[in-house]
């Protein structure tokens, strides 16, 4: 099996990887910024009290 083959075999799932791997680390870099953005509010409305 000649490796041009193989390669064509392989990079459309390394394709798929990479885009589903930039999905979840965006997804989970968004968050923990509303997480962050959410201790934030709480903590400058428990000062206010």
Do not use: H, T
């Not at 680390?25 to 509303?34: K, P, T």
């Not at 201790?39 to 400058?44: F, I, N, P, Q, V």
């Amino acid at each position: 099996m000649p490796w041009g083959d193989i390669a064509v075999g392989l990079i459309p799932s390394a394709a798929v990887l990479a885009i589903f791997w930039f999905v979840i680390r965006a997804v989970i870099r968004a968050d923990r910024r509303e997480r962050d953005a959410m201790a934030k509010l709480e903590r400058e409305e428990s000062q206010d009290k």
